[in-house]
């Protein structure tokens, strides 16, 4: 394994190498949110893993399945797929696949924007807007109650200083590169991987949900059992994500905002036929 990416241990006892420790340490108490409001997971199905990020949700699905579950994990950014595949390998398993591209509506080649500070941001519809910054810092101060531990501590400090510490943290999280990725289709990897039945899709793109649902022929929604997917609300984007997964048949749906999120522009979304 290269010594240059550093590793730390996940509080199930697993190892993972990593980018950014504070970003692992609240994706991680994120995954169990992947697995409710009726989404269930057994040994022997089919995952697919969009956003997949350094591997997080992969490793965390394959070992709720006692290490058989068959994944095909897609993360288009190639510095992020480096870490993806160092942890991958080191579970020596033959049913996860990992693919060093994204999802989307069509196949292409896109100027992806990463955030090496923040890289679950990193995205094809970037926004680091004043405006979105200061939304971010608002949210975050209205709810730091409910925040992650990363960042909840700042309500026992001055507002002011946490508003200044807040714009640190965020004008870093926003400091950014441009990379070329490479886009699928959904339904290309069903037709070349020869995939009869996906168990539960999730996806987690930053505001290109909706892009990776597009990407689904007509024909091959059958195929899709459970959805879980962040979906960002512009444009009443969760409106058309519901519709669209409804008109497919997957009729049992329930979307959710997280306490701390509350203001902003991220929500959940199960679907089950």
């Known amino acids: 394994m290269p010594n240059s990416i550093p590793e730390l241990i996940l509080p199930n006892g697993a ?3 990593y980018k950014n420790r504070e970003e692992v340490e609240f994706l991680y108490d ?3 949110l992947y697995f409710k409001n009726g989404i269930k997971l057994y040994e022997g199905a089919t995952v697919f893993d969009v956003g997949a990020n350094i591997g997080l949700f992969t490793l965390y699905a394959s070992k709720f399945c006692n290490n058989n579950v068959n994944i095909y994990a897609f993360e288009p950014v190639s510095e992020i797929f480096k870490i993806l595949q160092c942890n991958v390998q080191r579970l020596s398993s033959e049913k996860i696949q990992i693919f060093p591209y994204g999802l989307s509506h069509s196949p292409r080649i896109v100027n992806f924007t990463y955030y090496p500070n923040c890289t679950g941001w990193s995205t094809l519809y970037p926004d680091d807007s004043q405006y979105q910054r ?5 949210v975050a101060l209205n709810n730091l109650k409910e925040a992650p531990a990363f960042i909840c501590w700042l309500r026992w400090i001055p507002p002011f200083v946490g508003a200044f510490i807040l714009d640190l943290k965020i004008n870093k999280a926003f400091q950014a590169t441009q990379v070329t990725c490479q886009v699928r289709t959904l339904s290309e990897i069903i037709r070349e991987q020869n995939i009869e039945q996906i168990d539960l899709l999730k996806i987690d793109v930053e505001r290109s949900e909706l892009d990776v ?4 022929a007509a024909q091959d929604w059958h195929k899709i059992k459970q959805v879980v997917l962040e979906v960002h609300d512009l444009d009443g984007r ?4 519901k519709d669209l997964l409804m ?4 009729n049992k749906i329930t979307i959710e905002q997280q306490s701390f999120l509350k203001g902003h522009e991220y929500f959940n979304v199960y679907a089950l036929r």
């Open 238 to 241: 969760v409106q058309k994500v």
């Open 30 to 32: 994120e995954m169990p």
């Open 213 to 216: 649902l597009l990407g689904i």
């Open 134 to 138: 200061n939304l971010i810092k608002k």
């Open 15 to 17: 190892k993972i190498f």
């Open 247 to 250: 008109q497919h048949g997957l």
